[in-house]
């Protein structure tokens, strides 16, 4: 090939136009996965001719022939000027714009009018043509819809693609008209954590999934970490906060066993081999001894001719690494509790943690992670949790689900039901829910965060013959932080030692528990002659301005009372 990279193959001309064939892409700065969905409703994610699973997001060219996926990541290591590495982030964006940071150890980006573009050699006469961050994208989607193809043994038409939920609206655009390029049609692009909560709740049964929970979902990569909490109300998804580390990642992990291992090459040697060539291998070797490590206690990495003709072999255990990764794992865990307050939520408001992206699998994230919330909080990711899905497929998978979904739609209808998934949808700020009786407690009715309008209805047992007084209240979360007595086992972190009196052997630790209490009353009823061992009903309905029409009735008769509250003395 010469020039620019060459467009897809002309369309084969069996195809009959009536058949789409969709598939779900994921498309990450580090990799990318597709997966499509079974005829019985189960998706699956796609191994490409290498049988990766996981397809670096790499392109590199020697002369006419174009590499993508592992091999060509391999050769960053001799080839590193004509390989394109980290671009997702690239698209859509100007050259002041983007930070190239994580392009310094592959062909670099240059400013051509303001779009980031890539000179490589790419034909066999050793000219170098200039490509767009466009053409870098559109050759990648080909070559993941060209997997996805002779694996489905049919063209592939359409995709649902995933990006962060910071993708602008001009990424968005720049992707569509890439993917266009490639003759691909983007059906929809949804948000990295909406996918992997779609690609959890496919699992769920119908009852299960319209359970009311604020999820947080951890999107753990390679060049960056995102953290959402997103509501799941009734089945709809609000994004309710979201949080970003773009220097967070996989890669600052790959650095801490790079520097554990130099450190030991230059006791033996005497000689860094942290020097590009040598670097470059170095970094593909220890990230696969970090991936190893994420599975057994102990890793080996073993490199010929690493630096200056010497071999290098080495062991490292888990803890080990554990250690030395302290940091990048506290930075974690703060961008889990940020997000958090981000919601203006407490940790205890969290009803599931979803662990997504390559870096979940490691073992102690997940703990440390898990460690934050109580334990009835069912955190989805390998280490902590068996049946838990494969942290690196939630995105491709929540994808391919969408696109079974949408495949039929239109493309207004297909805007209508983005609206849901992707935009803060005006929502209520305090729970809602009834006290009944004398019992002064507060039964939730509708939660915190609920996108209206919403309609719930609940059932209360009568606890004695007469009138009932339902009340019909705004609640308020209060945290109640309990001082309790704990015996401690001595054993502490190295790093935490030296401001603490570890020698005691007993610790006075906070315990928090939320508790839900009344804030306002909104309206009250009596409803006449209830009887014991009866129920009462109570429907709320709020508009989409905030409105509420309430009605209580005894079950199973005809008694009852109906009102309605106007937006300003409801909730806001
Ligand atoms: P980015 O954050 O750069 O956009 P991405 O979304 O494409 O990247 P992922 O594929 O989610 O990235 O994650 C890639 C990272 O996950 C890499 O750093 C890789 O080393 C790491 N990773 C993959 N598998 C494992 C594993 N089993 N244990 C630990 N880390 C792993
Ligand atoms: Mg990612």
Known sequence: MSGNPSPSPPPDPEIDDDTKTVIGIAFGNTTSSI???????????IANEEGDRQIPTVLSWVGSEEYHGTQAKSHLVRNSKN????FRDFLGKKYSEIDPTNSHNSAHPVDIDGVPSFNLQQGDDETVSTVSINEITTRHLIRLKDSASDFLGRRVTGAVITVPTDFSDTQKEALVAAAKAGEL?????IHEPVAAVLAYAARQTPEEQGVDKNILVADLGGTRCDAAVVASRGGMYTILATAHDYGLGGLKLDEVLVDHFSKEFIKKHKVDPRSERSLAKLRLEAEGTKRTLSLGTSATISIESLADGYDFHSTVNRLRYELS???????????????VKKAELDLL?????ILSGGTSHTPKIASRIAALFPESVTVNA?????????PSELSARGAAIQASLIVEFDQEDIEQSTHPA?????HLSHPIGVVIGEDN????????????????IAQFDVQADGDVIVRICEGIREIVVEKVERQVNGEKDEDDSEDEEDEEDEEEEEERNRVLKVHKVIAEAAIRGAKKGGKVEVTINVSSDLGLNVAARVVGTQIGVRGEVSPEAGSA
């Open 382 to 390: 390998p280490a902590t949790l068996a049946t838990a899905l494969n």
């Open 83 to 86: 390989t394109v590495a980290y």
């Open 325 to 339: 990764a302290k940091k990048v794992f506290d930075q974690i865990v703060s961008l889990v509790e940020n997000v």
């Open 349 to 353: 408001d969290i009803g599931e943690v």
């Open 35 to 45: 997966a499509y969905t079974t005829p019985d409703g189960k998706a699956e994610v």
């Open 422 to 426: 992707v935009t803060v949808a005006p």
């Open 185 to 189: 049609e983007v059906l929809q692009i």
């Open 441 to 456: 407690s507060f039964h939730t009715i509708l939660e915190a965060q609920t996108a209206v309008p919403a309609r719930r």
